[in-house]
């Protein structure tokens, strides 16, 4: 049976422009479709949210880029959170899957890796 299931990531950009933004976005989400088997048939939407130090461009136009036409996209700023990872990028995929969620792969790149294991502490 299909379930819709959500798969963070979150990667970091080397600065604050288009460039920037798409290639680290881009990348993530290379990482994130081929450790969980995914195509755009398998995705509901994918939420992109930045830290308020990326403002250079919306990370969702990678998705467009790739060819992601019928994904719901959205983008957000993420809370200014004291000492948080500066030029984050994250996402949220919601996708309709036969997996398990703990079959799913999340995946964090770069100066976001160590995220995943801060959620964990907090919980």
Partial sequence: MLMCRGIR??????GNTKEAILTA??????????A?????????AVWFTTTPDLNAQFPAL?????GWTQVALLCGHEMAVPDDVPQC???????????????????YLNGATNLRNRSAEAQ
């Fill in 9 to 14: 990531g979150a990667t970091t950009a080397t």
């Fill in 89 to 107: 990028i994250r996402i949220l995929l919601l996708v309709n899957t036969g997996k398990g969620q703990n079959e799913l792969k999340h995946i």
């Fill in 62 to 66: 990678a998705a467009r880029e790739m």
């Fill in 36 to 44: 969980n088997d995914l195509s755009e048939q398998n995705m509901a």
């Fill in 25 to 34: 976005t881009s990348e993530l989400l290379r990482e994130v479709t081929k």
